[in-house]
């Protein structure tokens, strides 16, 4: 059974950064895409950013240009860096990986306990 940890949230100042740290764990032969969202108060839970197994990259509008994410597959890890944090990014930021299933041709989600991002002065 795959599972992810996280860890890196807490509280910032506006301005400051976060590195948001995630492994995942368990019976692991592969993993296809592994992302960040989160979730505020009184909203739905969006798509930070994601990555492919190869690298490719994709992140959210509000964030472009202050937060970038990044993989080790060597140890099943992904990683969000968020520099210029503003408190629009208090969160709670929850990491996803996508796996192959036990079907041929299907996959599925995997994701993590998530973590507190505040920004505030």
């Known amino acids: 059974q795959v599972q992810l940890v996280e860890s890196g949230g807490g509280l910032v100042q506006p301005g400051g950064s976060l590195r948001l740290s995630c492994a995942a764990s368990?019976?692991?032969?592969?993993?296809?895409?592994m992302g960040w969202y989160r979730q505020a108060p009184g909203k739905q839970r969006e798509l930070v950013a994601a990555?492919?197994?190869?690298?490719?990259?994709n992140y959210a509008d509000s964030v472009k240009g202050r937060f970038t994410i990044s993989r080790d597959n060597a140890k099943n890890a992904v990683y969000l860096q968020m520099n210029s944090l503003e408190p629009e990014d208090t969160a709670v930021y929850y990491c996803?990986?996508?796996?192959?299933?036990?079907?041929?041709?299907?996959?599925?989600?995997?994701w993590g306990q998530g973590t507190q991002v505040t920004v505030s002065s």
């Open positions: 990555i492919t197994s190869g690298g490719r990259t």
């Open positions: 996803n990986a996508n796996v192959p299933s036990r079907i041929v041709s299907q996959s599925y989600d995997i």
């Open positions: 368990g019976s692991i032969f592969s993993i296809n895409a």
